[in-house]
């Protein structure tokens, strides 16, 4: 019999702790993760610009922030996440206009659809949604305190940031500042410098406006994030977070506003995801083939980038085809860092993969007499510490789990931690095919060896906000329709079978077979999986 530990900080012997570390952009290195003001952690995430529907590029940053946040609660830290909403850019003021709405109506509708497709993603760990148009005062009083220090001056009723002023201006990207430039047309003839950016923009006629010092008009994009991080996470926060194509210029310029006002870093690691790309070659959507996009190289993902102009579908409409957890499956099934290749092919191809989890959840629910979905899970790290007997079936699960944790604690990495958990999934339908676990009434000793492996899947899974719900409950890929046509069809072969119609029966498999459809006959009834 396995045996549970109590909880407690240590862990066994055979799992050593060890420390999560995390690549920093901002040194090129990854470095022992020690926050701020411990076991406090605050996580900053750009968010996205409410102006037209999400899409599936609008996802990768909230899910994998959304695991980043589970792993480190599972690891015993206090974790506030913050994702913004930018409901006030130029993008918003334009696309109001076409549709002949108010910016502020529009920005309510997007918003709302992304917040739909956050929550059927399963991204609900999520504290804080400000949006920029809720922190104008706060955004004011930076702004303010930029100038009273001479890192900013007023020119006609605009702000700007006065690059030359921060001697370290360039310290995220690499980059110098003769090789930067700033807004053009009108905004260039107002400036000291070509690199400095707009902090505070004059309104135009029938533009929405706030009124402030410089006359009225509204903030730019890169003030608006230092000032809601601040609010809610202070003037020097954990981790900053965003998609890799924000390195230069926001995250450049919002370093840049809130270290010259405070003095200090603004936050002490840079994590930046990899790019949702349209294609396996970096620009072929675009007619353009240029080379493969690596992790952190910038150029090449931005290249390669899948955004509306490439066609990119409103992510509701992808639901309509694929189900939620698959995607999510997806989307964490390589390491952050690196570029996603995205088609629906390769979408279906995870899905199969997927597969093999669900069938062991139906296996295991056939022998243990207990849905997987209904298996208690430790929710936290020494919580699910357990004693094994040197070799056997125990001893590789907490083998398979350590080597998971390794994987997380290695700068998250999640694509390494799902391998880890295929390795599980494979090992616990090996002792139940050995053991023949289905063909008889298995030993107390045997249910709980399986029990663990199953406890420890859904610790593990849980990490990755993955297995919360049986697949037919959330929803999308029209999954309730397909379960109940097949429920009939299954009926409608039974009922042939009774009449010893084994013709109509076999011809039912065979259609189904064809369509990838595959029937197994069990003790309890037939079930179905594609392939």
Known sequence: MLTAKNPSPAVTKSEPRMTIRVFNTLSKNKEPFEPVKPPHVGIYLCGPTVYKPSHIGHMVGPVIFDAVKRYLTYSGYKVTLVINITDVDDKLINEAKTRNLTMAALA????????????TMGVDTVDHFPRATDNIEEIIAI?????????????????????ARDPHYGKLSNRDVASMLGEGGEMAQRKRSPADFALWKSAKPGEPFWDSPWGKGRPGWHIECSAMSRRILGETFDIHGGGLDLVFPHHENEIAQSECCHGKPQAKYWMHNGLMQASNEVGKVGGR??????????????????????GAAPFTDLLKRQAPETIRFFLLSTHYRRPIDFSESRIEEVGTGLDQFYRFFKR??????QSFYDVPYPRTRSEGD????????????????RRFLDAMDDDFNTGGAVGDMFELVRLLNKYADEEKLENRQPDPAQLATLGQGARTLRELGATLGLFRVAPASQGGGDDQLAGGLMALIIELRAAARA?????????????????????????????????
């Open 108 to 119: 309510d509708e997007m918003t709302a659809d992304y917040m739909r497709n956050l929550s």
């Open 364 to 369: 295991y629910e056939r022998i243990a007499g």
């Open 386 to 401: 357990f004693d094994a007997p040197a070799g056997g079936t125990q001893a590789q699960i907490a083998e398979h789990r």
């Open 143 to 163: 702004i303010g305190d930029l100038i009273a220090k001479g890192f900013a001056y007023e020119s006609e009723g605009d702000v700007y940031f006065d690059v």
């Open 289 to 310: 083939a240029t080379r493969e996009a690596d992790a952190g190289d910038q150029q090449a993902q931005e290249t390669g980038k899948l955004g509306k102009s490439k």
């Open 499 to 531: 009449k010893k119609d084994f013709a109509t029966a076999d011809r039912i498999r065979q259609a189904l077979g064809e369509m990838g459809i595959t029937l197994e006959d069990r003790p309890g009834g037939t079930e179905w999986t594609v392939k």
